[in-house]
C-alpha cells in the first residue's frame, strides 16, 4: 500500500495519507479516508471540545418541584411541568 495525496474539505490544501496512518485506520476499523488535513482535524476538535464545555450555555433560574432550593437549569421551565435540583434530579433516576 503506497501513501496517498488527498484533498482537505475545509481548506483545499493537499496532504498526504501514509501508509502507517492507513494501517492505524484500517486496525480501528475505519472504512473512510480522512477528509480534513491534520490542522482543519485538530481545529475541529478543539472548537468541538470546547463548545462541549457548556460554559457558554443560557442558563434559567427555576424551583424544585420536589424540596424547593433555587436552582439553575439549561432550558427555559415549563410552568406546567416539575423541575428538580441536581440532587434531586439524581435520586429520582
Do not use: I
Request: charged content about 35%; glycine content about 4%.
Amino acid at each position: 500500500m503506497a501513501d496517498k495525496t488527498l484533498e482537505c474539505k475545509d481548506c483545499g490544501s493537499t496532504f498526504t495519507f501514509t501508509e502507517a496512518e492507513q494501517d492505524f485506520y484500517r486496525e480501528k476499523g475505519f472504512e473512510n479516508e480522512p477528509q480534513r488535513c491534520p490542522d482543519c482535524r485538530r481545529a475541529k476538535k478543539l472548537a468541538r471540545n470546547s463548545s462541549a464545555s457548556r460554559g457558554d450555555r443560557e442558563m434559567f433560574p427555576a424551583t424544585c418541584a420536589e424540596c424547593g432550593q433555587e436552582t439553575m437549569v439549561p432550558f427555559k421551565p415549563n410552568p406546567d411541568k416539575p423541575v428538580y435540583c441536581k440532587d434531586c434530579y439524581q435520586s429520582r433516576k
